[in-house]
Nanobody, 126 residues
Framework: QVQVLESGGGLVQPGESLRLSCTAS????????MGWFRQAPQKERVGIAC????????WYEDSVQGRFTQFRDNGLNTLALQMNSLKPDDTAMYYC???????????????????WGQGTQVTVSS
């Protein structure tokens, strides 16, 4: 199974940018669609982006569409999330994981995945 390590979070002001990185171990990285999830305090974890195995298509959750861009590099087993025009509502712990897109467009983690990383904290505040 894929194991992941997230990095790149921090404290930024509204309107600023951050780039998150996820490094995955294991030879199966390219076998999975991969995505980013976030969990704000007192809220459930939600999927915000999911890219196909080849990297040819990415789905985004409505609240980040047009502001966030996800990249994957199967040669380096990495997944990146470029976050622009950050808002206070983007404040959350961010995680990467294998993902699926269900009918209707919601992004979910692969049900068999249980190796969540520690995540990386993003705080957007003035």
């Amino acid at each position: 199974q894929v194991q992941v390590l997230e990095s790149g979070g921090g404290l930024v002001q509204p309107g600023e940018s951050l780039r998150l990185s996820c490094t995955a171990s294991g030879s199966l990285f390219s076998s999975y669609a991969m995505g980013w999830f976030r969990q704000a305090p007192q809220k459930e974890r939600v999927g915000i982006a999911c890219t196909t195995q080849s990297g040819g298509r990415t789905w985004y959750e409505d609240s980040v569409q047009g502001r966030f861009t996800q990249f994957r590099d199967n040669g380096l087993n990495t997944l990146a999330l470029q976050m622009n025009s950050l808002k206070p509502d983007d404040t959350a712990m961010y995680y990467c994981a294998p993902c699926v897109v269900i009918p209707g467009g919601s992004i979910r983690a692969v049900s068999s995945f249980n190796s969540w990383g520690q995540g990386t904290q993003v705080t957007v505040s003035s």
